[in-house]
């Protein structure tokens, strides 16, 4: 089982980049009213058959060649259960996929969100053909970031340039604090 929630979004986002994914959304929410962290993963890439949705949760069903088991959702799945959560999926040909897992955020078996900041940054900078729209709320208040805008504003200019790369990394950290006030989930 992966450690951090931020690990299985790396986990799944990767899964939508080889499902021809070209846009990525990510959305975290957490309220501590509702005591609980939803994380949510939309994509635009290839989508599933009903009988690969019949099967996701399977852990000895794959779609890879280079393994015989699937572990990233079945895992998730327990993951979300244990915490008096969820995990829902929808797909569709040719449209995409959504993920949705719930998570109680005060249950001792939560596994931590970990450091989201580095997953989204590290998408970003490793797949820059790729557009990514992530959105971190907490309690109410939220920030975006939308690669979209960004390549709007750079032009040719890759993500990767020191600057444009030092910028994203601390885009996300200073909003992700102003609007968490730096609390660990």
């Given at each position: ?32 009213e ?83 900041c ?17 959105i ?12 979209r ?37």
């Amino acid at each position: 089982m992966l450690p951090e929630i931020s690990l299985n979004i790396l986990d799944i986002a990767n899964n939508s980049i080889r499902a021809g994914a070209n846009l990525i959304k990510i959305e975290v929410r957490i309220s501590r009213e509702s005591d609980i962290l939803t994380v949510k993963i939309t994509d635009n890439g290839c989508g599933m058959t009903d009988e690969h949705m019949t099967k996701v949760s399977d852990p000895f069903f794959t779609t890879r060649k280079t393994r015989n088991v699937g572990l990233g959702i079945p895992f998730l799945k327990q993951a979300t259960e244990s915490t008096g959560g969820d995990l829902s999926i929808e797909s569709s040909l040719c449209k995409g996929t959504v993920i949705n897992a719930s998570f109680g955020l005060s249950h001792i078996d939560r596994m931590p969100l970990g450091d989201i900041c580095s997953t989204i940054y590290t998408l970003i900078l490793a797949n820059q053909d790729i557009d990514f729209l992530y959105i971190y709320e907490c309690d109410g208040k939220e920030y975006q970031l939308d690669t979209r805008d960004i390549r709007q504003i750079l032009g040719d200019i890759r993500f990767d340039a020191p600057e444009v790369a030092g910028f994203i990394r601390n885009y996300l950290k200073e909003n992700q604090w102003e609007i968490d006030g730096g609390n660990s989930f």
